[in-house]
């Protein structure tokens, strides 16, 4: 079965950096487009960012453009996201996703992912 398991946050101050990871199994990681998505108490899960299967299209949410970056390793079946210059708003539970289908290019709605991580909480404060 598909396995998404996320490791890397934590607490950092405003302004700092964290990098989040996600392992990715029992599916060939390199057919499919992945995403990070982020949840924030009482509030909906958002698409923070996008990266095609091949790695060579990303998309990036508005409010994290120019902060955050990610990336894929399809050799290792991770993907990455880099998250700098953090704010208070940031701070929210961060999931991993798997596209449903295999496509060329990354897919932004929820709906379109089928697997998902289990999350990890990245909290921005000082």
């Known amino acids: 079965q598909v396995q998404l398991v996320e490791s890397g946050g934590g607490l950092v101050q405003p302004g700092g950096s964290l990098r989040l990871s996600c392992a990715a199994s029992g599916r060939t990681f390199s057919m499919y487009g992945m995403g990070w998505f982020r949840q924030a108490p009482g509030k909906e899960r958002d698409i923070v960012a996008a990266i095609s299967r091949s790695g060579g299209s990303t998309y990036y949410a508005d409010s994290v453009k120019g902060r955050f970056t990610t990336s894929r390793d399809n050799a290792k079946n991770t993907v990455s996201l880099q998250m700098n210059n953090l704010k208070a708003e940031d701070t929210a539970i961060y999931y991993c996703?798997?596209?449903?289908?295999?496509?060329?290019?990354?897919?932004?709605?929820?709906?379109?992912?089928?697997?998902w991580g289990q999350g990890t909480q990245v909290t921005v404060s000082s």
């Open positions: 996703a798997m596209s449903r289908y295999s496509t060329a290019t990354y897919t932004i709605a929820p709906s379109q992912y089928a697997y």
